[in-house]
RNA sequence: GGGCCGGUAGCUCAGUGGAAGAGCACCUGACUUUUAAUCAGGGUGUCGCGGGUUCGAAUCCCGCCCGGCUCACCA
């Protein structure tokens, strides 16, 4: 800490031991006020308000004008911002002393009046007012804000006090989970809790985090996924479950991964991923509609409309006209042959590439960048899903799809795999692979699920949303970091 | 993990070998309708950390830490 700083705070304490000498509580238990800031300006506003009707606000000083006899400071609390104007002769001259040893950042409760300045600015006239809570640190500067970034991250309450497009973005994610939840109660689904912590991390693709229990002397895993548990649930009964919670994946950190992130699945009975996607499409676009107000969301330079539908064109013909690779034709060829094909094209590949990875390559590689509206990516070969069920007339491909846009998946949905001995054999493949490739991120065979499809899961449509990547949509966010209040960093 | 860029006052930033700076914030004083209040005065610093080169280093070199972007990996 420097010495400036020291001084500053040092300043503050001798502030707050003066209080406490005059028989003042710096920091009181509650204040009861009557209005917020908004509350006071729409009952000033609409005109109703008895002129003499006294107001109580409270907030945070976050601009602090002295002029002799008289004080003008800003008062912001959750709602917004509200002036209150001190007048020495009206408070009398002992309580504004007080006024004069406020400063920026501390948190005071005014009462009076309300009026209009001279220059037209809603203004509480006080009568009374109370500290409620000494700042003992300097805040960031008013005009350019809080624009260090690891600072922003580390201390994101800087953030949120300094910056108003941070509060407009963590409103807007909050408001995108309550328009989520809205829409799926309204259909009926139920929101579920399952299990964090695992005996076996399935459900995806990923890299799990380990720990251990230390009374049953265990390890288990941190879920990278909520699937497994929510099909166990419609095996249970419940028609249409959801869960929106965090999951963690032991992997890389970028602009657009968290270890920690945020999903939405849910679970329909008696729907495929045809009706899924129809669900989705309505989804998104009424919960922009209610956060943002429309379903055309500017991003970055470009203008997304989320309104349905969305464009849908298969996995094959997307891989086709961007690369010129019929994985199909390939495939039939077996593995080896769309390694080989893939290689030609000039791509690095090596041999611990499982099928699975092949695929991820090439979607990455050619399809990806080319999906900038909101576009449904769909039939997925069988090796890339273990979890989905293929289609009725052709068993190499899964009815699967994944929603793009700007380049970026933001949800992946199937109709999920019900029959019981196909499930198995197609846990003894990823095994399988977990061997022959070393790839640590297939599927592990797990038995508890199987047991549960042999008690019989009717026809599901399951559905995974990376809800931090929906915010950043709507936000025009291009880091994940800027839509989640607290990012993981490295230990400073 | 690789590449590129960055870290100077509480905050936002100048400063590329020769006396550490500006604006805001802060402190002192003036000011009873201000609002990026104004006016007069005051600089409060481990130049990310540790070595090295040099008469002299914020500046040049080496190593490390943290962050941003990007590539790899993933969602």
């Known amino acids: 800490m420097g010495k400036r700083l020291e001084i500053i705070t040092q300043q503050r304490l001798e502030k707050v031991r003066k209080l406490r000498e005059r028989g003042i509580d710096p920091y009181p238990n509650a204040y009861h006020r009557t209005h917020t800031a908004q509350e006071a300006r729409s009952l000033f506003e609409s005109g109703e308000a008895d002129p003499a009707s006294q107001v109580s606000i409270a907030g945070r000083v976050t601009a602090l004008r002295h002029m002799g006899k008289a004080t003008f400071l800003d008062l912001r609390d959750g709602s917004g911002k509200i002036q209150a104007y001190f007048n020495k002769t009206q408070i009398g001259p002992e309580r504004h002393e007080l006024v004069k040893d406020l400063d920026l950042g501390d948190f005071v409760g005014v009462q009076g009046v309300l009026f209009k300045t001279h220059t037209g600015e809603m203004t509480v006239n006080v009568s009374d007012f109370t500290i409620l809570a000494k700042s003992l640190e300097p805040l960031p500067e008013k005009w350019h804000g809080l624009v260090d970034v690891e600072k922003r991250y580390r201390q994101r309450y800087l953030d949120l006090i300094s910056n108003q497009s941070a509060r407009d973005t963590f409103l807007a994610r909050s408001r995108t989970i309550s328009a989520i939840r809205r829409f799926l109660d309204g259909r009926g689904f139920i929101e579920v809790e399952t299990p964090v912590l695992q005996q076996m991390a399935g459900g995806a693709r990923a890299r799990p985090f380990t720990t251990h229990h230390q009374a049953l002397d265990e390890d288990f895993y941190l879920r990278i996924a909520t699937e497994l548990y929510l099909k166990r649930l419609i095996v249970g009964g419940f028609d249409k479950v959801y869960e929106i919670g965090r999951i963690f994946r032991n992997e890389g950190i970028s602009t657009k991964h968290n270890p920690e992130f945020t999903t939405l699945e849910s679970y329909e009975a008696y729907a495929d991923y045809n009706d899924v996607m129809r669900m989705l499409e309505e989804m998104v676009a009424q919960t922009a509609q209610s956060v943002l107000g429309t379903t055309k969301v500017s991003y970055g330079d470009l203008t997304l409309d989320f309104a349905p539908p969305w464009k849908r064109i298969t996995l094959r013909d997307a891989v086709l006209q961007t690369s010129g690779i019929d994985f199909e034709v390939s495939l039939k060829a077996g593995p080896e042959s769309l390694r080989r094909v893939m290689q030609e094209k000039g791509l690095q590949l090596d041999d611990t590439m499982s099928p699975a990875y092949l695929f991820d390559k090439l979607v990455s590689t050619y399809v990806e960048p080319t999906l900038i509206q909101p576009t449904f990516l769909i039939d997925y070969p069988v ?35 019900n029959d019981p001995e ?54 025009n966010q291009q880091s994940i970091r800027e839509v989640i209040l607290f990012p993981q960093l490295k230990t400073a």
Not at 444 to 470: H, K, N
Request: net charge negative.
């Open 422 to 475: 196909e499930q198995a054999a197609r846990f003894t493949i990823q095994e399988e692979w977990r061997k022959q490739f070393g790839d640590e991120e297939a599927e592990q065979y797990q038995e508890d699920f199987i047991q549960a499809m042999e008690y019989g899961m009717p026809p599901t449509g399951g559905l995974g949303v990376g809800i931090d990547r929906l915010v950043m949509l709507f936000t």
């Open 383 to 417: 090796e890339t899903t273990p979890l989905a069920k293929t289609k009725s007339d052709n068993k190499a491909i899964v009815e699967r799809f994944e929603a793009f846009a700007v380049g970026m998946e933001f949800a992946n949905a199937f109709t999920e795999l």
